[in-house]
C-alpha cells in the first residue's frame, strides 16, 4: 500500500505523463475512490458506476493536475463530483425507463435503512442548491475537507469557502426540513 506522499509523486509524474504512472495511480487509490463514492451513494452497485466514472475522468484529467492542492484533495473533487453527477444519471434513466411514472415516496424507514434514506434526501437536496454551493457541502460535510483545502480547489479566498458551505448548510437544512 502506498502512503499519501507516494501517491502524490506518482499523480505528478502522471500528469507529467511518466510511462505507466497512469495505471500505477489508478490501481492505488481504487479503493479510497470506491469508498468515497459508498459514502455519497447508498447503493453499492451504484457507488462502483461512480467509482469506475471517476476514475475515467481521472486518467482523463490527470494532464490538468496543477499541484496547487494535494492530489487527494483534487481526487476528492473529482469523485465527489462524479457521484453527484452518478445520481443524477440514475433519476434520469428512471424517469425514462419508468414512462414518466414519478419517482417512489422517499424510502420508508420500515424498509430501507436509515443511512441510505437520508444520503438520498441529501443528494436531492444538493440538487437543489447551485453547484458552487453543492460542492463546498460535500467536500466540507461528506468528505470532510478543510475551508483552506475548499478554498484552493476552487480557487477562492478562504471566507467565501466558509461562506460557500454555510449558505448551503442552510438551503439544504430548509430543503430537507420541508420549510
Excluded at 5 to 30: K, Q, Y
Excluded at 71 to 96: D, E, I, K, M, P
Excluded at 153 to 168: F, I, N, Y
Amino acid at each position: 500500500m502506498l502512503l499519501a506522499d507516494d501517491i502524490d509523486e506518482l499523480a505528478r509524474a502522471a500528469a507529467r505523463g511518466a510511462p505507466g504512472a497512469v495505471d500505477a495511480l489508478l490501481t492505488a487509490v481504487r479503493p479510497e475512490v470506491l469508498r468515497l463514492c459508498s459514502r455519497l451513494l447508498p447503493h453499492r452497485e451504484d457507488a462502483e458506476e461512480a467509482c469506475q466514472d471517476a476514475l475515467l475522468a481521472l486518467a482523463r484529467g490527470i494532464g490538468g493536475f496543477e499541484g496547487r492542492s494535494s492530489f487527494h484533495t483534487w481526487l476528492y473533487r473529482l469523485t465527489a463530483n462524479r457521484a453527484r453527477s452518478t445520481y443524477r444519471g440514475l433519476r434520469r434513466r428512471w424517469l425514462v425507463e419508468s414512462g414518466g411514472v414519478p419517482l417512489p415516496d422517499p424510502p420508508d424507514p420500515r424498509r430501507t435503512s436509515v443511512v441510505a434514506g437520508t444520503r438520498l434526501d441529501l443528494l436531492d437536496a444538493l440538487d437543489s442548491v447551485r453547484p458552487e454551493l453543492a460542492e463546498a457541502l460535500t467536500l466540507r460535510d461528506v468528505l470532510g475537507l478543510t475551508y483552506r483545502e475548499i478554498a484552493a480547489l476552487a480557487d477562492v479566498p478562504e471566507g467565501t469557502a466558509k461562506s460557500r458551505v454555510h449558505l448551503a448548510r442552510r438551503q439544504v437544512r430548509q430543503r430537507l426540513s420541508g420549510d
